[in-house]
Protein backbone atom coordinates (compact mmCIF):
# COMPACT_ATOMS: atom_id res chain seq x y z
CA UNK A 1 0.00 0.00 0.00
CA UNK A 2 1.54 3.21 -0.59
CA UNK A 3 2.13 5.48 2.00
CA UNK A 4 2.09 9.22 2.23
CA UNK A 5 2.67 11.46 5.11
CA UNK A 6 -0.05 13.95 4.74
CA UNK A 7 -3.12 13.14 2.81
CA UNK A 8 -5.62 15.96 2.17
CA UNK A 9 -9.18 15.01 0.60
CA UNK A 10 -10.10 18.15 -1.27
CA UNK A 11 -8.43 20.45 -3.59
CA UNK A 12 -10.37 23.61 -3.25
CA UNK A 13 -9.03 26.93 -1.57
CA UNK A 14 -9.00 25.30 1.92
CA UNK A 15 -6.95 21.66 1.02
CA UNK A 16 -4.77 23.57 -1.51
CA UNK A 17 -3.69 26.38 1.39
CA UNK A 18 -3.02 24.13 3.98
CA UNK A 19 -0.98 22.00 0.90
CA UNK A 20 1.17 25.01 0.39
CA UNK A 21 1.62 26.08 3.92
CA UNK A 22 2.77 22.54 4.91
CA UNK A 23 4.92 22.38 2.08
CA UNK A 24 6.60 25.88 2.73
CA UNK A 25 7.05 24.97 5.97
CA UNK A 26 9.15 21.91 5.20
CA UNK A 27 6.62 19.34 5.52
CA UNK A 28 7.66 16.40 2.69
CA UNK A 29 5.12 13.99 1.67
CA UNK A 30 1.84 16.29 1.07
CA UNK A 31 -0.16 15.01 -1.33
CA UNK A 32 -3.86 16.74 -2.10
CA UNK A 33 -6.30 14.39 -3.31
CA UNK A 34 -9.57 15.21 -5.47
CA UNK A 35 -12.07 13.62 -7.48
CA UNK A 36 -12.36 16.40 -9.93
CA UNK A 37 -9.65 19.39 -10.68
CA UNK A 38 -8.23 21.42 -8.42
CA UNK A 39 -10.37 24.21 -7.92
CA UNK A 40 -12.92 22.93 -10.06
CA UNK A 41 -15.83 22.27 -7.01
CA UNK A 42 -17.71 25.17 -5.13
CA UNK A 43 -14.42 27.52 -4.72
CA UNK A 44 -14.06 28.03 -8.23
CA UNK A 45 -17.98 29.22 -7.99
CA UNK A 46 -17.64 31.82 -4.89
CA UNK A 47 -18.51 34.98 -4.63
CA UNK A 48 -14.86 36.31 -5.22
CA UNK A 49 -15.10 38.44 -1.80
CA UNK A 50 -13.01 38.54 1.86
CA UNK A 51 -14.76 40.77 4.30
CA UNK A 52 -14.21 41.67 8.49
CA UNK A 53 -17.83 42.28 8.86
CA UNK A 54 -18.51 39.41 10.96
CA UNK A 55 -20.51 39.64 14.27
CA UNK A 56 -17.73 37.30 16.10
CA UNK A 57 -14.56 37.17 17.01
CA UNK A 58 -13.44 33.95 15.36
CA UNK A 59 -14.53 34.71 12.06
CA UNK A 60 -13.14 38.82 11.88
CA UNK A 61 -10.03 37.09 13.28
CA UNK A 62 -9.74 34.73 10.49
CA UNK A 63 -10.27 37.53 8.02
CA UNK A 64 -7.64 39.20 9.79
CA UNK A 65 -5.21 36.63 9.10
CA UNK A 66 -6.04 35.85 5.83
CA UNK A 67 -5.98 39.20 4.38
CA UNK A 68 -1.87 39.77 3.89
CA UNK A 69 -1.79 36.31 1.16
CA UNK A 70 -4.85 38.13 -1.17
CA UNK A 71 -2.48 41.28 -0.96
CA UNK A 72 0.88 39.52 -1.70
CA UNK A 73 -0.92 37.98 -4.85
CA UNK A 74 -3.32 40.81 -5.23
CA UNK A 75 -2.06 41.64 -8.86
CA UNK A 76 -2.44 37.98 -10.05
CA UNK A 77 -6.33 37.81 -9.09
CA UNK A 78 -7.94 40.94 -9.82
CA UNK A 79 -7.58 42.10 -5.99
CA UNK A 80 -9.70 45.10 -5.60
CA UNK A 81 -10.33 46.74 -2.11
CA UNK A 82 -13.55 48.42 -2.94
CA UNK A 83 -15.34 48.02 0.49
CA UNK A 84 -18.49 46.16 1.54
CA UNK A 85 -21.57 47.81 2.30
CA UNK A 86 -24.21 45.70 4.23
CA UNK A 87 -27.66 47.44 4.26
CA UNK A 88 -30.54 47.42 6.96
CA UNK A 89 -34.11 47.17 6.19
CA UNK A 90 -35.69 46.82 9.75
CA UNK A 91 -34.71 48.79 13.44
CA UNK A 92 -34.17 45.58 14.90
CA UNK A 93 -31.52 44.99 12.27
CA UNK A 94 -29.74 48.07 12.46
CA UNK A 95 -29.11 47.51 16.12
CA UNK A 96 -27.38 44.13 15.28
CA UNK A 97 -25.71 46.09 13.22
CA UNK A 98 -24.41 48.69 15.55
CA UNK A 99 -23.60 45.86 17.78
CA UNK A 100 -21.21 44.13 15.09
CA UNK A 101 -19.37 47.58 14.57
CA UNK A 102 -18.55 47.72 17.74
CA UNK A 103 -17.05 44.80 17.99
CA UNK A 104 -15.40 44.89 14.78
CA UNK A 105 -13.93 48.45 15.41
CA UNK A 106 -12.61 46.85 19.06
CA UNK A 107 -10.44 44.18 17.02
CA UNK A 108 -9.38 47.17 14.62
CA UNK A 109 -11.41 46.84 11.53
CA UNK A 110 -12.31 50.17 10.02
CA UNK A 111 -16.33 49.30 9.55
CA UNK A 112 -18.66 52.31 10.36
CA UNK A 113 -22.16 51.99 10.69
CA UNK A 114 -24.35 54.74 8.50
CA UNK A 115 -27.41 56.58 8.24
CA UNK A 116 -29.40 56.63 5.14
CA UNK A 117 -28.49 60.11 4.16
CA UNK A 118 -25.17 59.24 4.66
CA UNK A 119 -24.74 56.61 2.51
CA UNK A 120 -26.54 58.33 -0.19
CA UNK A 121 -24.27 61.00 0.14
CA UNK A 122 -21.30 59.11 -0.11
CA UNK A 123 -22.91 56.45 -3.02
CA UNK A 124 -25.48 58.94 -4.42
CA UNK A 125 -25.84 55.85 -7.42
CA UNK A 126 -27.92 54.34 -4.23
CA UNK A 127 -31.41 54.34 -3.56
CA UNK A 128 -31.71 54.66 0.03
CA UNK A 129 -35.44 53.96 0.46
CA UNK A 130 -36.40 51.88 3.02
CA UNK A 131 -32.70 51.27 4.35
CA UNK A 132 -32.75 52.15 7.86
CA UNK A 133 -29.03 51.70 8.13
CA UNK A 134 -26.07 50.44 6.31
CA UNK A 135 -22.54 49.42 7.84
CA UNK A 136 -19.77 50.22 5.55
CA UNK A 137 -15.42 48.79 5.32
CA UNK A 138 -13.09 49.99 3.17
CA UNK A 139 -10.88 47.18 3.45
CA UNK A 140 -13.05 44.34 2.51
CA UNK A 141 -12.45 43.30 -0.99
CA UNK A 142 -13.12 41.87 -4.39
CA UNK A 143 -11.50 39.47 -6.44
CA UNK A 144 -11.31 36.65 -9.14
CA UNK A 145 -11.98 33.57 -7.58
CA UNK A 146 -11.34 31.37 -10.63
CA UNK A 147 -7.55 33.10 -10.65
CA UNK A 148 -6.99 33.15 -7.37
CA UNK A 149 -7.43 29.08 -7.42
CA UNK A 150 -5.31 28.99 -10.03
CA UNK A 151 -2.99 30.76 -7.88
CA UNK A 152 -2.96 28.83 -4.73
CA UNK A 153 -2.75 25.86 -6.57
CA UNK A 154 0.32 26.36 -8.49
CA UNK A 155 1.82 27.87 -5.36
CA UNK A 156 1.08 24.81 -3.54
CA UNK A 157 2.60 22.45 -6.34
CA UNK A 158 5.77 24.75 -6.96
CA UNK A 159 5.96 24.85 -2.73
CA UNK A 160 6.39 20.59 -3.20
CA UNK A 161 3.37 19.50 -2.42
CA UNK A 162 1.64 16.99 -4.95
CA UNK A 163 -2.58 17.54 -6.38
CA UNK A 164 -3.91 14.17 -8.11
CA UNK A 165 -6.34 15.15 -9.83
CA UNK A 166 -9.35 12.10 -10.55
CA UNK A 167 -9.06 10.39 -7.65
CA UNK A 168 -11.68 9.91 -5.63
CA UNK A 169 -11.86 9.25 -1.69
CA UNK A 170 -14.84 7.37 -0.58
CA UNK A 171 -13.96 6.48 2.72
CA UNK A 172 -11.48 7.30 5.71
CA UNK A 173 -9.66 4.32 6.57
CA UNK A 174 -9.49 3.54 10.93
CA UNK A 175 -7.66 1.06 12.82
CA UNK A 176 -7.88 1.18 16.49
CA UNK A 177 -9.61 4.46 16.77
CA UNK A 178 -6.84 6.32 14.16
CA UNK A 179 -7.18 7.36 11.04
CA UNK A 180 -4.75 5.50 8.89
CA UNK A 181 -5.60 7.15 5.33
CA UNK A 182 -8.40 6.61 2.72
CA UNK A 183 -10.10 4.28 0.63
CA UNK A 184 -10.47 5.61 -3.06
CA UNK A 185 -11.66 4.10 -6.52
CA UNK A 186 -7.84 3.56 -7.54
CA UNK A 187 -7.13 1.67 -4.12
CA UNK A 188 -6.15 2.90 -0.40
CA UNK A 189 -3.53 4.89 0.22
CA UNK A 190 -2.04 4.92 3.83
CA UNK A 191 -0.91 8.73 5.52
CA UNK A 192 0.62 9.19 8.60
CA UNK A 193 -1.96 12.69 9.12
CA UNK A 194 -4.89 13.26 7.05
CA UNK A 195 -7.31 15.94 6.69
CA UNK A 196 -10.48 16.02 5.66
CA UNK A 197 -11.51 19.33 3.40
CA UNK A 198 -13.86 18.02 1.01
CA UNK A 199 -16.54 20.73 1.94
CA UNK A 200 -19.56 19.55 1.39
CA UNK A 201 -18.69 16.56 0.32
CA UNK A 202 -17.13 15.82 3.85
CA UNK A 203 -19.82 13.80 5.47
CA UNK A 204 -19.73 11.48 2.57
CA UNK A 205 -16.22 10.73 2.92
CA UNK A 206 -16.57 10.25 6.96
CA UNK A 207 -20.39 8.48 7.02
CA UNK A 208 -18.75 5.14 6.94
CA UNK A 209 -16.35 5.05 9.56
CA UNK A 210 -18.91 6.73 12.33
CA UNK A 211 -18.41 10.06 11.95
CA UNK A 212 -21.54 12.07 11.24
CA UNK A 213 -20.91 15.80 10.26
CA UNK A 214 -22.80 18.38 10.23
CA UNK A 215 -22.67 19.96 6.81
CA UNK A 216 -24.91 20.05 4.88
CA UNK A 217 -25.22 22.09 0.67
CA UNK A 218 -26.86 24.94 -0.50
CA UNK A 219 -26.93 25.98 -3.96
CA UNK A 220 -26.35 29.51 -4.91
CA UNK A 221 -26.68 31.02 -8.28
CA UNK A 222 -24.62 33.91 -9.18
CA UNK A 223 -25.38 35.83 -12.72
CA UNK A 224 -23.10 38.31 -14.77
CA UNK A 225 -24.42 40.97 -17.03
CA UNK A 226 -22.75 43.59 -18.94
CA UNK A 227 -21.54 47.01 -17.03
CA UNK A 228 -23.66 50.23 -16.74
CA UNK A 229 -21.76 52.76 -18.34
CA UNK A 230 -23.38 55.19 -15.72
CA UNK A 231 -21.80 53.80 -12.54
CA UNK A 232 -18.26 54.72 -11.38
CA UNK A 233 -15.58 51.91 -11.56
CA UNK A 234 -14.74 50.08 -7.83
CA UNK A 235 -18.31 50.39 -6.58
CA UNK A 236 -18.16 48.80 -3.22
CA UNK A 237 -19.78 45.31 -3.49
CA UNK A 238 -23.64 46.05 -1.91
CA UNK A 239 -25.38 43.28 -0.07
CA UNK A 240 -28.88 44.08 0.70
CA UNK A 241 -28.72 41.86 4.16
CA UNK A 242 -32.91 42.02 4.53
CA UNK A 243 -33.23 40.65 1.00
CA UNK A 244 -30.78 38.59 0.93
CA UNK A 245 -28.83 39.41 -2.57
CA UNK A 246 -25.76 41.15 -3.39
CA UNK A 247 -24.27 42.77 -6.43
CA UNK A 248 -20.82 43.39 -7.42
CA UNK A 249 -18.59 44.76 -10.03
CA UNK A 250 -15.84 42.37 -11.37
CA UNK A 251 -13.32 43.05 -14.86
CA UNK A 252 -15.94 42.09 -17.14
CA UNK A 253 -18.97 43.87 -15.79
CA UNK A 254 -21.45 43.21 -12.99
CA UNK A 255 -22.63 39.95 -10.64
CA UNK A 256 -25.78 39.77 -8.97
CA UNK A 257 -26.94 36.67 -6.48
CA UNK A 258 -29.73 34.82 -7.50
CA UNK A 259 -31.55 32.01 -5.90
CA UNK A 260 -30.36 30.03 -3.03
CA UNK A 261 -31.77 26.16 -2.23
CA UNK A 262 -31.15 23.24 -0.95
CA UNK A 263 -29.27 20.80 -3.00
CA UNK A 264 -26.32 19.01 -3.57
CA UNK A 265 -25.89 19.30 -7.16
CA UNK A 266 -23.92 22.46 -8.77
CA UNK A 267 -23.85 21.61 -12.15
CA UNK A 268 -28.15 22.02 -13.38
CA UNK A 269 -28.04 24.89 -15.16
CA UNK A 270 -28.97 28.31 -14.13
CA UNK A 271 -32.31 29.94 -14.98
CA UNK A 272 -31.99 32.89 -16.94
CA UNK A 273 -35.59 33.84 -15.43
CA UNK A 274 -33.66 33.79 -12.40
CA UNK A 275 -31.06 36.29 -13.68
CA UNK A 276 -33.66 38.70 -14.50
CA UNK A 277 -35.65 38.42 -11.35
CA UNK A 278 -31.86 39.13 -9.82
CA UNK A 279 -31.97 42.40 -12.15
CA UNK A 280 -34.59 43.48 -10.86
CA UNK A 281 -34.19 43.72 -7.44
CA UNK A 282 -30.61 45.19 -8.42
CA UNK A 283 -32.64 47.60 -10.50
CA UNK A 284 -34.64 49.27 -7.24
CA UNK A 285 -31.22 49.40 -5.25
CA UNK A 286 -29.05 50.85 -8.34
CA UNK A 287 -30.96 52.14 -10.93
CA UNK A 288 -28.04 52.53 -13.58
CA UNK A 289 -28.33 49.05 -13.95
CA UNK A 290 -31.77 48.87 -15.39
CA UNK A 291 -31.39 47.27 -18.94
CA UNK A 292 -27.87 45.77 -18.44
CA UNK A 293 -27.76 42.76 -20.21
CA UNK A 294 -26.72 39.37 -18.96
CA UNK A 295 -24.07 37.51 -20.45
CA UNK A 296 -23.91 33.90 -17.86
CA UNK A 297 -24.15 32.75 -14.65
CA UNK A 298 -23.14 29.80 -12.52
CA UNK A 299 -24.12 27.70 -9.60
CA UNK A 300 -21.90 26.67 -6.62
CA UNK A 301 -22.56 24.66 -3.81
CA UNK A 302 -22.41 26.46 0.00
CA UNK A 303 -21.47 24.18 2.52
CA UNK A 304 -23.06 25.36 5.69
CA UNK A 305 -22.93 24.09 9.57
CA UNK A 306 -26.20 24.83 12.17
CA UNK A 307 -24.25 27.70 13.26
CA UNK A 308 -22.49 28.98 10.49
CA UNK A 309 -18.67 28.51 11.55
CA UNK A 310 -16.28 26.19 10.13
CA UNK A 311 -15.61 22.67 11.82
CA UNK A 312 -11.79 23.23 12.10
CA UNK A 313 -9.33 20.77 14.39
CA UNK A 314 -8.64 16.93 15.56
CA UNK A 315 -11.83 14.75 16.52
CA UNK A 316 -11.65 12.38 19.86
CA UNK A 317 -11.53 9.24 18.40
CA UNK A 318 -10.24 9.61 15.13
CA UNK A 319 -6.87 10.02 16.28
CA UNK A 320 -4.30 10.98 13.24
CA UNK A 321 -7.31 12.93 11.40
CA UNK A 322 -7.67 16.72 11.37
CA UNK A 323 -11.19 18.12 9.56
CA UNK A 324 -11.45 21.46 8.19
CA UNK A 325 -14.88 21.94 6.48
CA UNK A 326 -18.37 23.40 7.01
CA UNK A 327 -16.78 27.04 6.28
CA UNK A 328 -20.64 28.42 5.47
CA UNK A 329 -19.66 30.18 2.39
CA UNK A 330 -16.46 31.87 3.82
CA UNK A 331 -14.03 28.96 2.93
CA UNK A 332 -12.21 30.56 -0.13
CA UNK A 333 -12.04 33.94 2.03
CA UNK A 334 -10.39 32.36 5.01
CA UNK A 335 -8.54 30.07 3.25
CA UNK A 336 -5.43 31.33 3.85
CA UNK A 337 -5.86 32.16 7.80
CA UNK A 338 -7.06 27.85 7.76
CA UNK A 339 -3.79 26.72 5.70
CA UNK A 340 -1.85 28.44 8.95
CA UNK A 341 -3.47 27.31 11.37
CA UNK A 342 -3.89 23.76 10.35
CA UNK A 343 -0.18 23.22 9.26
CA UNK A 344 0.27 24.66 13.14
CA UNK A 345 -2.06 21.71 14.68
CA UNK A 346 0.61 18.96 12.30
CA UNK A 347 4.08 20.51 12.73
CA UNK A 348 3.94 21.90 16.44
CA UNK A 349 0.59 20.48 17.83
CA UNK A 350 -1.47 22.83 18.27
CA UNK A 351 -2.84 26.04 16.48
CA UNK A 352 -0.89 29.14 18.05
CA UNK A 353 -2.05 31.78 15.34
CA UNK A 354 -5.63 32.05 17.37
CA UNK A 355 -7.29 29.77 19.73
CA UNK A 356 -9.59 27.36 17.66
CA UNK A 357 -11.52 25.11 20.09
CA UNK A 358 -14.67 27.07 19.65
CA UNK A 359 -14.40 25.64 16.38
CA UNK A 360 -14.07 21.82 17.18
CA UNK A 361 -15.89 19.37 14.89
CA UNK A 362 -17.30 18.15 18.00
CA UNK A 363 -19.07 20.94 19.45
CA UNK A 364 -22.72 20.25 18.16
CA UNK A 365 -22.84 17.11 20.14
CA UNK A 366 -21.16 18.96 23.34
CA UNK A 367 -23.84 21.69 23.21
CA UNK A 368 -21.61 24.29 22.25
CA UNK A 369 -22.98 25.45 18.88
CA UNK A 370 -21.76 29.05 18.19
CA UNK A 371 -23.83 32.48 16.73
CA UNK A 372 -22.92 33.97 12.98
CA UNK A 373 -26.02 36.94 12.14
CA UNK A 374 -24.07 37.78 9.25
CA UNK A 375 -25.10 34.69 7.31
CA UNK A 376 -28.10 35.02 5.29
CA UNK A 377 -31.35 34.58 6.65
CA UNK A 378 -32.48 33.05 2.73
CA UNK A 379 -29.03 33.86 1.09
CA UNK A 380 -25.54 34.90 2.13
CA UNK A 381 -26.05 35.97 5.82
CA UNK A 382 -28.30 34.89 8.09
CA UNK A 383 -31.11 35.59 10.96
CA UNK A 384 -31.58 38.45 12.97
CA UNK A 385 -30.29 37.50 16.38
CA UNK A 386 -31.11 40.32 18.88
CA UNK A 387 -28.51 38.75 21.97
CA UNK A 388 -25.73 40.72 20.71
CA UNK A 389 -22.50 39.27 19.59
CA UNK A 390 -21.52 35.63 21.51
CA UNK A 391 -19.22 34.07 10.93
CA UNK A 392 -19.84 35.54 5.41
Same mark, same amino acid.
Given at each position: ?24 ? @???GVVVVDRGRAGSGSSSRAAGG ?8 ? #? ?13 ? +???IDWREDGYIFLARSAEQAEAF ?9 ? /????? =??? *? ?18 ? =?? $? ?14 ? @? ?8 ? !? ?21 ? @? *? ?20 ? /? ?16 ? +? $? ?21 ? #? /? &? !? ?9 ? *? ?12 ? #??? +???? $? ?10 ? +? @? ?19 ? &? ?54 ? !? !? ?9 ? #????
Open positions: MERVEVLIIGAGAIGCAIAEELAER @GQGLRAQFSTEL #NIRLTQLSQPYFREI +AEQQRNVDLQRSL /GVEAE =WLT *PDEMESRWPWLNAEGVVAAT =WC $PTDAVFDQVKFMDVLA @GRARAAGAEI !REGIEVTSLRVEDGRVTGVETAN @G *PIEAGITVLAAGVWSPQVAAPV /GLELPVSGLRREIFTFTG +A $PSLPDGIPFVADFDIGNYIRQDE #N /G &L !RISGTLTSGDD *PDTPVNPADGERAL #NWA +ATLV $PAVAGVEQTGGW +A @GLTEMTPDHHALLGPVDGYEG &LIVATGFSGHGVMHAPATGMLVAELILEGAASSMDIAPLSPTRFAEGRGLVETMFA !R !RHEQGDITTSG #NDES
